[in-house]
């Protein structure tokens, strides 16, 4: 695992990381917010009717994944997605706990009639409620993913994940893997995989390399990624499994930023995109989408590759977001916190809200939360001087109470 202690000049210097992202992260910040952000730039007359133009092997499963790939956490719509598929997208990913199962039912409605072997499903070990626990019975858990099967209008899951895994005891856990392997013999499943954006996201994913029962990953990778992820995909292609990227917009700040120009607002994702599928080592990536006019704005980077220009935008983004922007797979503050609150979970519910417009649902999940922002009203913030990028997170999770808190 990574010494988060150390700052991330030096952890990017000693892995080799080229000098200009290791300088972008070291600029002040400028970070502003338009006061009314478009929901979406004006549609460019290049991305109309954009479709899918670069397919990668998925590990060994012998699919060839769309490599922009369709994200259902937002989904609603289930005309959304059969766009998507008939602009060639065929992997989708969803769970349970996705908008409490209506993603699942939305899918399940937009792959009607569609060849089942024409498209990836992708679900999560989990209920409509939230994660299933470590020590979940083997019973639930099958019963579970039986639900998601229902809800979804198939007889199969091309790949079930261990959901938003932060620990090799959950990653391991014998009920999920004797679950996983008596619903593979059904024909219920085909594949197994884990998914993290979590503190311990690089030693969960090195040990689900490393452990020979994985055919699959799923972790935040973007700009802003730790350089040891880099070797962990190498090895994963080795040994045939299946790399697919997510959180790859960086926080989605892109469409919001003051400083950023229109043109910049519209390219930015297209630039993180075309990064993430510049290592030959990841399948694809997968980004949430819930309009139509994204599927035309995301499509539109399939099959591309970086310019100088959009590194250049890249840097620019991670200078001007560098002490706003809570990285997945850090955590340095955690500990540091005398009420246990899970920071890194409550600031990523405050960016669906603020910067995916998805506020109801991040709501939900931060009303689950054991420990809130209130708690920080009186508090020292002794978790602002752990964290390497300088967060003024005491002021982030009391504007985020205020923004998530259920009257």
Not at 115 to 125: G, L, T, Y
Not at 181 to 193: H, I, Y
Not at 275 to 289: E, H, Q, T
Not at 379 to 397: G, Q, T, V
């Amino acid at each position: 695992m990574v010494d988060r202690k150390l700052s991330r000049r030096a952890l990017l210097t000693s892995a080799g990381v080229a000098a200009s992202t290791t300088l972008a992260c070291n600029y002040g910040t400028q970070f502003a917010l338009l006061a009314n952000p478009p929901e979406t730039e004006t549609m460019q007359p290049q991305w109309a009717d954009a479709r899918v133009r670069g397919y990668r092997p998925l590990g060994a499963t012998g699919f060839r994944m769309s490599d922009i790939s369709f994200g259902c956490a937002g989904l609603s719509d289930p005309a959304v997605a059969r766009r998507a598929i008939d602009r060639g997208v065929n992997y989708f990913d969803t769970a349970p706990d996705y908008s409490h199962a209506s993603s699942e039912r939305a899918l399940g409605e937009a792959i009607r009639g569609v060849p089942r072997d024409q498209i990836f499903i992708v679900s999560k070990f989990c209920t409509p409620d939230g994660h299933l626990s470590h020590d979940a019975p083997t019973k639930t858990v099958i019963e579970a993913v039986e639900d998601s099967l229902r809800r979804l209008s198939t007889d199969h899951i091309d790949a079930v994940l261990v959901h938003a895994c932060n620990s090799t005891e959950r990653l391991m856990a014998p009920s999920v893997h004797e679950a996983f392997d008596r619903l593979k013999d059904a024909g219920k499943v085909r594949f197994l995989g884990v998914s993290s954006h979590t503190p311990q996201l690089e030693t969960v994913m090195r040990h689900a390399v490393h452990s020979g029962r994985f055919d699959m990953i799923m972790c935040a990778y973007n700009f802003e990624s730790w350089p040891a992820q880099a070797d962990i995909f190498a090895l994963a292609r080795e040994r045939g499994i299946g790399v697919v990227a997510m959180k790859t917009l960086i926080g989605a700040y892109g469409s919001q930023l003051s400083d950023f120009t229109p043109t910049e607002r519209q390219s930015f994702p297209q630039a993180a995109f075309h990064w993430v599928l510049s290592n030959p080592n990841v399948s694809g990536l997968v980004i949430s989408i819930s309009r139509f006019d994204q599927i035309d704005e995301y499509l539109y980077a399939s099959g591309g590759t970086t310019s100088s220009s959009e590194h250049a935008l890249l840097e620019k983004y991670t200078r001007l977001i560098h002490h706003e922007y809570c990285r997945p797979g850090c955590g340095s503050c955690l500990e540091h916190c005398p009420r246990d609150l899970p920071i890194d979970d409550a600031l990523r519910y405050q960016m669906y809200a603020r910067n995916y417009g998805r506020e109801r649902q991040a709501m939900q999940q931060y009303a689950r939360l054991p420990v809130q922002g209130d708690e920080c009203t009186h508090c020292p913030a002794p978790c602002e001087s752990a964290c390497p990028f300088e967060i003024p997170i005491r002021r982030r999770l009391l504007d985020t109470d205020r923004q998530l808190r259920f009257a």
